[in-house]
């Protein structure tokens, strides 16, 4: 991948902030996911070539989310394009949290499985936490569990939360310098706001940053986001992120992905991310689309912590 081209405007009498611009890079999220899944059938076809067994993924549904079941499908297929062992469990809505807790187990269990996957959410009568926590860290490749959470704070090695982790490596392809950047992130979910930030603040490569994060609470949300070298958002609001509340030559991570009312589609609407992005995208020097910024990576990231987990408990 490229680096961002800055062009600075040279005239005889003197340089101005004005006359620097910057010639706005895509961030290709979707053939990013591509090169990876790419390496990682290298590696599982190497493998099968030595006999070796290979990775496993279980994914675990309850009812019938359709969302719920899209994403479970997507992630099956994905595994197999690249030789991971598949398997979906599907269970009715009035599963009890026993059984699902018995379930897990099994999979916690059965050294076929690398990774366990329980999608969420679930129905209200079980308790998430509780599910999630059931989870052996060692396969937790969601990143949920309390102990690779705990692990990612203080910087020992960890199953890194996916969407988090795919953030980073977008970063890392395209040789986005981070190292004392500020990072400011909009949103504190635990699914991406709070790990992107906790991983963005280690001393490593492609982090290292000064990591702001702002939330609901903020009285003036631009105060922050204007101050941002890059900037995260993960709020789930179509467009909210206008060009003023930007620096020129801001790198634009666009985590959301709403749906917004579009009569000239089929469908009836078109899926925007947190940013205004044909606006943004005149003053940013990198900017992630959507679709096909940091989307495809999570599943991409899925793969690859199955990988992981393989690689460090059950090669
Ligand atoms: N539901 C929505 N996103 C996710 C995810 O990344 N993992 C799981 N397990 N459930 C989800």
Same mark, same amino acid.
């Given at each position: 991948? @490229?680096?961002?081209?800055?062009?600075?405007? #040279?005239?005889?009498?003197?340089?101005?902030?004005?006359?620097?611009?910057?010639?706005?890079?895509?961030?290709?999220? $979707? $053939?990013?996911?591509?090169?990876?899944?790419?390496?990682?059938?290298?590696?599982?076809?190497?493998? %099968?070539?030595?006999?070796?067994?290979?990775?496993?993924?279980?994914?675990? /549904?309850?009812?019938?989310?359709?969302? =719920?079941?899209?994403? &479970?499908?997507?992630?099956?297929?994905?595994?197999?394009?690249?030789?991971?062992?598949?398997?979906?469990?599907?269970?009715?809505?009035?599963?009890?949290?026993?059984?699902?807790?018995?379930? &897990?187990?099994?999979?916690?269990?059965?050294?076929?499985?690398?990774?366990?996957?329980?999608?969420?959410?679930?129905?209200?009568?079980? !308790?998430?936490?509780?599910?999630?926590?059931?989870?052996?860290?060692?396969?937790? &490749?969601?990143?949920?569990?309390?102990?690779?959470?705990?692990?990612?704070?203080?910087?020992?090695?960890?199953?890194?939360?996916?969407?988090?982790?795919?953030?980073? *490596?977008?970063?890392?392809?395209?040789?986005?310098?981070?190292?004392?950047?500020?990072?400011?992130?909009?949103?504190?979910?635990?699914?991406?706001?709070?790990?992107?930030?906790?991983?963005?603040?280690?001393?490593?490569?492609?982090?290292?940053?000064?990591? @702001? &994060?702002?939330? =609901?609470?903020?009285?003036?949300?631009?105060?922050?986001?204007?101050?941002?070298?890059? /900037?995260?958002?993960?709020?789930? #609001?179509? *467009?909210?992120?206008?060009?003023?509340?930007?620096?020129?030559?801001?790198?634009?991570?666009?985590?959301?992905? +709403?749906?917004?009312?579009?009569?000239?589609? %089929? !469908?009836?609407?078109?899926?925007?991310?947190?940013?205004?992005? +044909?606006?943004?995208?005149?003053?940013?020097?990198?900017?992630?689309?959507?679709?096909?910024?940091?989307?495809?990576?999570?599943?991409?990231?899925?793969?690859?912590? @199955?990988? #992981?987990?393989?690689?460090?408990?059950?090669?």
């Amino acid at each position: 991948m @490229t680096g961002c081209v800055k062009i600075i405007l #040279k005239n005889k009498r003197s340089l101005k902030p004005a006359d620097t611009f910057y010639i706005m890079q895509i961030i290709d999220g $979707k $053939k990013v996911a591509v090169e990876i899944k790419e390496e990682l059938k290298k590696e599982i076809s190497k493998l %099968k070539q030595s006999g070796k067994k290979v990775p496993g993924l279980v994914a675990i /549904l309850v009812g019938d989310n359709h969302a =719920s079941q899209i994403y &479970v499908k997507s992630k099956g297929k994905a595994c197999e394009q690249i030789g991971i062992l598949s398997k979906t469990e599907i269970l009715p809505a009035d599963t009890t949290e026993e059984e699902l807790l018995n379930l &897990v187990n099994k999979y916690n269990k059965d050294s076929n499985f690398h990774g366990i996957l329980v999608q969420l959410p679930l129905p209200a009568h079980i !308790n998430e936490d509780k599910i999630i926590e059931s989870i052996n860290p060692e396969k937790d &490749v969601d990143g949920f569990h309390p102990v690779n959470v705990g692990r990612l704070v203080i910087g020992k090695d960890a199953l890194r939360s996916c969407t988090p982790a795919g953030i980073q *490596e977008l970063l890392k392809r395209y040789k986005i310098e981070t190292k004392g950047k500020h990072v400011v992130i909009v949103g504190r979910s635990n699914i991406v706001g709070k790990p992107i930030a906790n991983i963005m603040v280690q001393k490593e490569e492609f982090a290292n940053s000064i990591v @702001t &994060v702002c939330h =609901s609470a903020a009285e003036d949300l631009s105060y922050f986001t204007k101050q941002a070298d890059i /900037l995260i958002s993960a709020i789930g #609001k179509a *467009e909210f992120i206008t060009k003023d509340m930007v620096k020129e030559g801001v790198v634009i991570i666009d985590v959301g992905i +709403n749906r917004v009312e579009d009569a000239s589609k %089929k !469908n009836g609407y078109r899926v925007v991310g947190d940013v205004d992005f +044909n606006a943004i995208s005149q003053k940013c020097s990198y900017i992630t689309p959507v679709p096909g910024g940091v989307g495809p990576m999570t599943i991409a990231m899925l793969l690859k912590n @199955t990988f #992981k987990a393989y690689q460090k408990f059950g090669g």
